[in-house]
């Protein structure tokens, strides 16, 4: 099969498809059926658009047929007012029970989040998950030792992130950094990959807002985040042999207290340029 076949009995040459190709690599002219360009297997980036733009499912990509995508149903659409509440319900979740968010479960947040957009549709996110709240405190700990090697290294800093406190509760059996969360889920990708960190944040974004629908707490782990950037003991654990560096860390579990109410937020600053 060439990378696109048309079907010519429902092609209804409308040029649809090719005026929507991110890349510009289906050919077409006004009564013509399009055809893809010569260079189109090697500038084609999978993306699905040319299969799911077509009104009439009259084009298939060599890795995608219009049967195999969920067809779009517009009475499933949100609402502005239902996007509002979707986005401002959402809350950094700190306490969590005990329970376990089940494999299942995970797998299909993570199946949701993947649907996340990438630079040239590369998709180069590679997720981990640190799973049990043993795991869980074992990664912390390495977490912590870089805090403390911080304090002494470089103090200004360290006191400024507060990393004197966190350590301090610690020793306490406090847990500020991860929460004692049940889960941790990392979204990583490879070290040299420059599409890689951008990536990560924006399916870890989609991750955060998934998880609501699934009734688990997440929160982002901003801390941990640092320490498996920086500390090769941490970094080690978490796969820098293959080459993968972290990008995003989330906490994860069923939250042990609802929220009833939604914060504001600064009015956005925004500089308006043209006419508007
Ligand atoms: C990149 C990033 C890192 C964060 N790191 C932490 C963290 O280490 N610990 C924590 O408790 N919250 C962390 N947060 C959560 C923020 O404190 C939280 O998003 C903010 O207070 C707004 O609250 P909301 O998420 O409930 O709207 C982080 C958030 C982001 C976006």
């Given at each position: 099969?060439?990378?696109l076949?048309?079907?010519?009995?429902?092609?209804k040459k409308?040029?649809i498809?090719?005026?929507?190709?991110?890349?510009?690599?289906?050919q077409?002219k006004?009564?013509?059926?399009?055809?893809?360009?010569?260079?189109?297997?090697?500038?084609?980036?999978?993306?699905?658009?040319?299969?799911?733009?077509?009104?009439h499912?009259?084009?298939?990509?060599?890795?995608?047929?219009p049967?195999?995508?969920?067809e779009v149903?517009?009475?499933l659409?949100?609402?502005?007012e239902?996007?509002?509440?979707?986005?401002r319900?959402?809350?950094?979740i700190r306490?969590?029970?005990e329970?376990p968010?089940?494999?299942?479960?995970?797998?299909?947040?993570?199946?949701?989040?993947?649907?996340?957009p990438?630079?040239?549709?590369?998709?180069p996110?590679?997720?981990?998950?640190?799973?049990?709240?043993?795991?869980?405190?074992?990664?912390?700990a390495?977490?912590?030792?870089?805090?403390?090697?911080?304090?002494?290294?470089?103090?200004?800093?360290?006191?400024?992130?507060?990393?004197?406190?966190?350590?301090?509760?610690?020793?306490?059996?406090?847990?500020?950094?991860?929460?004692?969360?049940?889960?941790?889920?990392?979204?990583?990708?490879?070290?040299?990959?420059?599409?890689?960190?951008?990536?990560?944040?924006?399916?870890?974004?989609?991750?955060d807002?998934?998880?609501?629908?699934?009734?688990?707490?997440?929160?982002?782990?901003?801390?941990?985040?640092?320490?498996?950037?920086?500390?090769g003991?941490?970094?080690?654990?978490?796969g820098?042999?293959?080459?993968?560096k972290?990008?995003?860390?989330?906490?994860?579990?069923?939250?042990?207290?609802?929220?009833?109410?939604m914060?504001?937020?600064?009015?956005?600053?925004?500089?308006?340029?043209?006419?508007?």
């Amino acid at each position: 099969m060439s990378l696109l076949a048309i079907d010519e009995g429902r092609c209804k040459k409308d040029g649809i498809c090719a005026a929507e190709c991110p890349m510009g690599i289906i050919q077409w002219k006004k009564g013509e059926f399009p055809a893809p360009a010569k260079q189109a297997p090697a500038l084609c980036i999978n993306c699905g658009h040319c299969v799911a733009v077509c009104p009439h499912a009259a084009l298939a990509h060599e890795q995608l047929a219009p049967e195999d995508c969920l067809e779009v149903d517009k009475a499933l659409a949100l609402s502005p007012e239902q996007t509002e509440h979707f986005l401002r319900a959402r809350r950094s979740i700190r306490t969590f029970k005990e329970t376990p968010v089940e494999k299942d479960t995970l797998s299909e947040i993570i199946r949701l989040a993947s649907f996340a957009p990438s630079g040239h549709n590369s998709q180069p996110v590679q997720w981990r998950v640190l799973s049990g709240r043993e795991t869980v405190k074992e990664h912390t700990a390495l977490v912590i030792d870089w805090m403390k090697l911080a304090l002494k290294e470089n103090p200004k800093f360290a006191k400024a992130l507060h990393l004197d406190m966190l350590v301090a509760a610690w020793k306490f059996g406090m847990d500020v950094v991860t929460r004692s969360a049940p889960t941790l889920i990392l979204a990583q990708g490879k070290e040299n990959n420059p599409m890689a960190p951008q990536a990560c944040t924006i399916a870890m974004t989609y991750l955060d807002l998934a998880a609501q629908s699934f009734g688990v707490g997440t929160c982002w782990c901003g801390y941990f985040l640092r320490a498996a950037a920086t500390h090769g003991p941490l970094a080690e654990r978490l796969g820098k042999d293959q080459g993968l560096k972290t990008y995003a860390v989330m906490m994860a579990g069923y939250p042990k207290f609802g929220y009833h109410r939604m914060p504001t937020r600064n009015t956005p600053g925004i500089t308006w340029t043209g006419n508007i």
